[in-house]
């Protein structure tokens, strides 16, 4: 299976200092609006705020609709760290005999399997025989909202 340093074939890794773009120190209200306050402008480096370990980071594009009722949908980009601990909860990429997939993970009262995002799709609850690891936590999901 996968090491540490493994990655499968459409992972990229992700490096710090990559991106940086321009931040204002206002946020924007989605609510109603308001008065526009100060508009300093500063340097943001994106990947120091989407990356925490480096080295063990990287950028995958989703394949399929099973992850919509999560907020992740088919082409999104999402971020994965292999140095996070999968919990209860945490949407993960997992490989399933050899096969990626991302879901999320349920494992609470001695049960372990990896529930869709979408009703369309079932749960996968891993058999005996079946290969079954973890490749990394979902930290963030980036996705394309205009042309």
């Not at 370990?53 to 919509?68: D, I, K, L, N, Y």
């Not at 760290?81 to 879901?103: C, F, N, P, S, Y």
């Amino acid at each position: 299976m996968y090491s540490k340093l493994d990655t499968p074939g459409n992972a990229l890794p992700v490096q710090s200092g990559a991106l940086s773009v321009l931040m204002t120190a206002s946020s924007v209200r989605a609510g109603f609006p308001s008065p526009a306050e100060d508009h300093a402008v500063s340097r943001l480096n994106v990947a120091d705020l989407l990356v925490q370990h480096e080295q063990a980071t990287f950028m995958m594009r989703v394949g399929g609709p099973s992850m919509r009722d999560c907020g992740i949908e088919d082409r999104d980009l999402v971020l994965v760290d292999r140095a996070v601990r999968a919990r209860h909860g945490h949407i993960v990429v997992a490989i399933l005999d050899g096969e990626l997939t991302i879901k999320k993970l349920y494992s609470a009262h001695g049960v372990m399997k990896l529930q869709a995002g979408n009703a369309m799709f079932p749960d996968i609850h891993p058999r005996e025989g079946e290969s079954l690891e973890i490749f990394g936590v979902v930290t963030w999901c980036l996705k394309r909202l205009g042309p």
